[in-house]
């Protein structure tokens, strides 16, 4: 087997510039050529993240984030508002709420948070305040790092492309015509224009077309319909108005055939109505959409298939985001995928020397397999559990939704409660949520459980120093605006040492 020499992506959007830029913090100097279209475009939408992508970022792909915070202009999100349930509503945060311990109490924080599911941690307290950030002693914002962004696509994308012009990347416009197939997989790219590109190695990111792994190559694609309804979005927003202050998290409310997202940009309002087409036609989603959103001027309607392709890697070509597959925005998932998959790509190419052998694609194929079905599963537990609306989508979903393995943890749940027993099920798999993710959802909705814990009157006196502590320092706390306004003063520095573990090993 030959090394690989030579490396093509297709595809310019969030995924191509990611694994460009991946792929250049693994080698500096092999031939990388990135080839997008003009004409069709990048998908313009997928602009919140989970915590996982700054760290990705800026550890391995050494992104600088000053330059990044001024160029991408991102938000900050601590996680997720759900307007889901019986609940008002409840904070899925980035930090620990329910699989944690605090000292002093015998149960772990989830046993606690039942009937009251406010102020279990400082990050659902700075939510709770609109927050951001815990103030220092010298009035600056606290990093803790367990933050997501929220990033415009289109801003996103053209930063990273400036990035890879900097490292090297040969950036070339035109669309694919024609593909030549060969023995190991594709052998070259025909364009509209009549020229021909080469490579030894192929990295599909073209998106829902899925040009090289799915047109050419004809690998099956798995729908999720068993545990996923929604196919569709309506999408729109607005300027933000003076007494609008950017929010410290996505908002997530329940619809009537699907959810719409709520999603903070410094000077917009973007909202997206994901629903499923076989529970409401595309005019009454924007009706209701619309209706919810009266600010909203124009609309756009966005379709999807829900599911992944069988291998994501065949022969000499890797496909990465859309073009392997795709889930609902509903946890924000996709582009901290993207980053997963361009990191082990980047990295089992480092550590083979650039030779790639069946065992370890399929090593690979495995690890995003089980990716996949896991992001599947988690989506699944919120929408099982879902009681707030009676409607004919909410009502399929409660009695029908596909939980795969999943289910063993809610088993669980439902007999012991938030117990950390289950943390090995998750261990074995690749899980992007954890324990903590899982339990949010179930203590958040309200599902119930046996075993419930009757605390002593000193435990609940504990429980409440805690949540009174973390109350305490959220409402002295920075809001987006205020600490955006402190990092971009000349005497702020991003402290370098906490990316430092993140950086390529
Ligand atoms: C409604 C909706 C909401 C979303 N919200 C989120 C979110 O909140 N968070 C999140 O992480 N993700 C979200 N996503 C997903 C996110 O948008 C994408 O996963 C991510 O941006 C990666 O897109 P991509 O680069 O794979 O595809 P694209 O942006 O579609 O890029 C495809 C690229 O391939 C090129 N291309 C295609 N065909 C050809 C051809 N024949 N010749 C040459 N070039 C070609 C195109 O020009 C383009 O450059 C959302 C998606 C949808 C649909």
Redesign the pocket.
């Known amino acids: 087997m030959n090394p690989i020499q030579s490396i093509l992506i ?9 694994t460009a830029l991946a792929l250049r913090a693994r080698f500096p100097d092999i031939p990388l050529t990135l ?16 915590a996982y ?1 700054p760290k990705h970022l800026h550890g391995y792909l050494g992104i600088d984030p000053g330059e990044f915070h001024a160029e991408a202009r991102p938000t900050w999100k601590l996680g997720t508002r759900f307007e889901w349930g019986k609940r008002e509503r409840f904070f899925y945060t980035f930090d620990n709420q329910v699989d944690f311990r605090v000292d002093g109490l015998p149960r772990a924080n989830g046993y606690y948070c039942f009937d009251d599911f406010d102020d279990a941690s400082v990050h659902a307290s700075l939510m709770r305040e609109g927050k951001a950030f815990r103030r220092q002693a010298d009035g600056s914002p606290h990093l803790d790092h367990s933050f997501g962004y ?1 990033i415009e ?1 289109e801003l ?2 053209a930063y990273l492309e400036k990035v890879a012009r900097r490292r090297n990347v040969e950036i070339l416009d ?4 024609e593909v030549a197939k060969s023995a190991a997989g594709v052998e070259s ?1 025909l ?2 224009d009549g020229r021909r590109l080469a490579a030894d190695f192929f990295v599909d ?5 899925s ?1 090289l792994l799915g047109e050419t190559l004809g690998v099956p694609f798995t729908p999720f319909t068993s545990t996923l309804y929604c196919d ?2 309506v ?1 729109g927003g607005w300027n933000r108005g003076p007494d609008e202050p950017i929010l410290p998290y ?1 908002t997530s409310e329940t619809m009537d055939s699907g959810w719409c ?1 709520r ?1 903070e940009h410094p000077e917009k309002v973007i909202r ?1 109505y ?1 629903y499923g087409s076989a529970f409401i036609s595309d005019d009454a989603a924007d009706g209701e959409f619309r209706r919810k959103n009266p600010k909203v001027a124009s609309t756009r309607i ?3 298939k829900a599911g992944a392709y069988q291998k994501l890697w065949v022969g000499n070509v890797m496909a ?5 597959g ?1 889930v ?2 509903l946890e ?7 980053c997963s998959q361009s990191k082990a790509l980047a990295d089992s190419l480092y550590h083979n020397d650039l030779v790639v052998s069946e065992v370890l694609r399929d090593a690979v194929n495995r690890i995003f397999d089980d990716g996949w079905n896991n992001i599947r599963e988690f989506l699944g537990v919120h929408y099982r559990f879902n009681d707030r609306l009676d409607t004919p989508f909410w009502k399929a979903c409660r009695s029908d939704v596909d939980l795969g393995e999943a289910e063993a943890i809610v088993e669980y749940y439902r007999a012991h409660g938030p117990s950390p027993l289950m943390r090995h099920v998750l261990e074995r798999r690749m899980d992007m949520f954890s324990l903590e993710g899982f339990y949010t959802m179930l203590v958040g909705l309200k599902v119930p459980f046996e075993n419930r814990h009757r605390p002593s009157e000193s435990e609940l006196a504990r429980w409440e120093r805690f949540r009174a502590a973390n109350q305490r320092e959220a409402k002295v706390g920075l809001t987006v605006a205020e600490a955006m306004s402190v990092i971009r003063l000349p005497e702020w520095s991003w402290n370098p040492e906490f990316y430092s573990m993140f950086r390529p090993e």
């Open positions: 297709l595809g310019g959007g969030s995924a191509g510039f990611l080839l997008r279209s003009p004409e069709l475009g990048i998908i313009g939408v997928g602009e919140g993240t989970f992508v929220h696509n996103f994308v035109g669309t694919v015509a790219l364009l509209e990111c073209s998106g829902f077309r040009v569709r979005a999408v996505t997202w999603i997206g994901v966005v379709k999807f990465i985001g859309n073009s392997s795709f609902e925005p924000a998932t996709a582009i901290a995928f993207v």
